[in-house]
């Protein structure tokens, strides 16, 4: 049997691809290539195609049958919030209809275990710092609504046809656990905070005024081979018949503020990090941190990495790459909250 990866290609997917691969499973990998690469997904097969095309439902369908696939894991979806706020209509487009048409296959093709990569973004700005499943979700831009519908569509389908349904909501992800699997991306606070130093520039931290120890921003940042992990243990949960949550938070349930993890990034790298300090960014809510206890208690999942892990990966990853920075005293000169 063999499990299906949408989004395989990415920085979250090709993780998960290598876990699977490394425990001896066939694996498919489905990905327009547009922000992932086809050397990242190993000996997978690989169908290129946009899961939100008109012919992707046949294409889907047809990949499901072809190659006995047992279980699917979603990756594949627009993540820029700003994007998201400036072109809504094609979020849905994007998002919504990528998952629609994939649920569709599904049925089509009789494959009802599907875990979905849902996102904090769902909770937009709650008012507790430790954010809990139960917590009525109320997103604030349309990414994090797509996410919401996409859980609420997984959940329907459950009840209508069968889906054995589970969504992930997590936090910040960040980290390599291969450093050819770093984030390709400079979209979340650690790459952006190495693109900048790269080129020479001061990292940026939106607001130092918030109420928290130091006043900057506090996020629960997970380590993406954690999060891999807790992808397959979804796998896992799926086979089980009684299965009273299909909601869960993954994250540590400790939270690091912006200002930690740029020093962390100094600390590692022996670079200055002098951040550049900006007005307060609107909607960034001061604490988001998320509960873990249902996850650790069904899953037997527990994050087992810390900021330090997190980002002593990244930075080898990063110098692993194109970018490679150049430190003082190795070959050369020195060269925001995300939700």
């Not at 190993?42 to 195609?49: F, N, P, Y």
């Not at 506090?218 to 243990?233: C, E």
């Not at 970018?323 to 060269?335: F, K, L, N, P």
């Amino acid at each position: 049997m063999t499990i299906l990866v949408t989004g395989g290609a990415g920085y979250i997917g090709a993780h998960v691809v290598r876990l699977l691969q490394e425990r001896g499973e066939k694996v498919v990998v489905v990905d327009d290539l547009s922000t992932g690469r086809a050397d990242r997904v190993g000996d997978a097969t690989l169908v290129e195609v946009d899961v939100a095309s008109p012919d992707a439902v046949d294409v889907l369908t047809r990949a499901l049958a072809e190659h006995d696939v047992r279980a699917v894991i979603h990756f594949a979806a627009r993540k820029q919030v700003g994007e998201s706020v400036e072109k809504p209509a094609w979020y849905y487009q994007q998002n919504v209809g990528g998952f629609t048409n994939l649920v569709t296959a599904m049925q089509a093709a009789g494959v009802d275990r599907l875990v979905f990569s849902s996102s904090a973004a769902t909770y937009g700005m709650p008012s507790v710092s430790l954010v809990e499943e139960k917590l009525h979700a109320e997103p604030i831009n349309p990414y994090g609504e797509t996410k919401l519908v996409g859980e609420w569509l997984g959940r329907a389908a459950g009840r209508s046809w069968g889906l054995r349904f589970v969504a992930l909501r997590y936090f910040n992800v960040a980290g390599a656990g291969w450093p050819e699997l770093g984030d390709p991306a400079v979209l979340n606070l650690v790459p952006m905070v190495l693109d900048r130093l790269e080129r020479g520039e001061q990292p940026k931290i939106f607001g130092d005024d918030y109420p928290t120890p130091d006043g900057t921003c506090i996020r629960d940042y997970i380590h993406v081979l954690d999060l891999a992990h807790a992808h397959l243990a979804a796998l896992e949960y799926l086979d089980v018949d009684e299965r009273p949550f299909d909601v869960f938070n993954v994250g540590t349930g400790e939270g690091s503020s912006v200002r930690e993890v740029i020093d962390e990034i100094g600390r590692v790298s022996g670079l200055d990090v002098t951040p550049e300090v900006l007005p307060r960014r609107a909607g960034d809510p001061p604490q988001l941190v998320g509960d873990p206890r249902r996850i650790n208690e069904l899953f037997g999942w527990r994050a087992t990495n810390g900021l330090p892990e997190i980002i002593s990966s990244a930075w080898e990853a990063w110098q692993s790459g194109p970018r490679r920075i150049e430190v003082a005293g190795v070959g050369g000169t020195q060269g925001e909250p995300e939700v």
